[in-house]
């Protein structure tokens, strides 16, 4: 099954992998959350509890925990919208229960508890609400006794456009984690990442050498081709052939496909249009012929009628005729004496011309 976005598919390969997971969470939950949680058991679940309406979002990662000696899970969405979603707690709110509802379904109760995780990148940062009591008016925490009876969801939000580099290099991530990270930040500014690349530069070597760089650097660079369309990333394929010259080979498959890519979507489009402009004039033929069939079919019983039984190239004449001979041939069939005069041609006499 495809992945929804790009976005969706640099978060997914990046941290699907506990090891990898375990450094993000660490870096984002509470202290005292962090604490509690017994980190090396940390495990992703495979989808069994994810809804399968969700299962196209790949970017919602469920992962199961201990947490102070029980089970727990730990959802985690990338937010990937462009601006933000002030309905995400009512949103989240429906995720959880369904995943509840499923491990209700497989294992019956105690329920486990749900950490919910939101990764932002919106392009202005956060400003949506965190929890489902700040859609709620009159404010529960106003009424005395109505908060405890409210349904309520804190959210833990990490929105990446707060987070700097100074920030980021601090986390303990590995290499491409953290490199993801940084394009979910930048990419989708190509005068803000040209910035970033000359400054992490050291970081996308890193990720070079290490075990899978080639496919990790080959995935980053479809990332910021595919954020950035072909002709901003042959701009930023300059910077990155100078900076990292290793890397050109690589950037330049990934351009040609870009190129490939659009040329074949251009014929796909060049194509449909055609066949749904043929199809319309196909249907406009068919409907018109029809038409001066039936029409034909029409006048030539009136014809008979009127005229006796007809000769063949009468009949011809009439069945050949346009929709507008048709109509002349209307207008002439009750006052016509003859056939050749409702024809409109000249009679011959019997004796010849």
Do not use: N
């Amino acid at each position: 099954m495809a992945t929804a976005t790009p976005h969706d598919a640099l978060f997914k390969a990046a941290f699907e992998t506990p090891a990898h997971a375990r450094g993000l969470l660490i870096e984002i939950l509470p202290a005292d959350l962090c604490e509690a949680i017994a980190w090396p058991s940390l495990t992703r679940e495979s989808g069994t509890f994810i809804d399968p309406a969700l299962a196209p979002r790949h970017s919602d990662l469920l992962f199961s925990v201990e947490l102070a000696g029980d089970r727990a899970l730990v959802y985690v969405l990338l937010e990937h919208q462009s601006e933000v979603d002030h309905k995400l707690p009512l949103r989240m709110a429906e995720y959880l229960v369904r995943v509840w509802k499923r491990f209700d379904k497989q294992y019956g109760l105690p329920l486990p508890p749900i950490i919910p995780v939101i990764m932002g990148h919106p392009q202005r940062g956060w400003t949506g609400p965190t929890s489902l009591h700040e859609l709620v008016q009159p404010q529960p925490a106003s009424v005395p006794g109505l908060e405890p009876r409210t349904l309520g969801l804190s959210l833990i939000i990490c929105d990446l456009q707060t987070v700097d580099d100074a920030q980021l290099r601090d986390w303990a991530l590995q290499a491409f984690p953290k490199l993801a990270l940084l394009l979910l930040r930048d990419a989708r500014d190509l005068e803000r990442l040209d910035r970033a690349f000359r400054r992490w530069r050291e970081l996308f070597l890193e990720v070079l050498h290490a075990d899978g760089g080639a496919d990790a650097v080959s995935q980053v660079l479809h990332y910021i081709a595919t954020v950035v369309g072909e002709v901003r990333f042959e701009e930023f394929r300059a910077t990155l052939t100078k900076q990292l010259p290793q890397l050109d080979d690589a950037a330049m498959t990934i351009a040609e496909e870009l190129h490939q890519r659009g040329h074949q979507q251009g014929l796909r489009e060049g194509l449909q249009e055609g066949l749904q402009e043929g199809l319309q004039k196909g249907l406009q033929k068919g409907l018109q012929k029809g038409l001066q069939k039936g029409r034909a079919e029409q006048l030539s019983k009136m014809a008979r009628l009127k005229f006796g039984e007809l000769e063949p190239a009468a009949l011809a004449r009439i069945e050949a005729a346009s929709i507008e001979e048709l109509d002349r041939y209307s207008e002439r069939i009750l006052s016509a004496e003859s056939i050749e005069e409702f024809l409109d041609q000249p009679r011959v006499s019997a004796k010849g011309v």
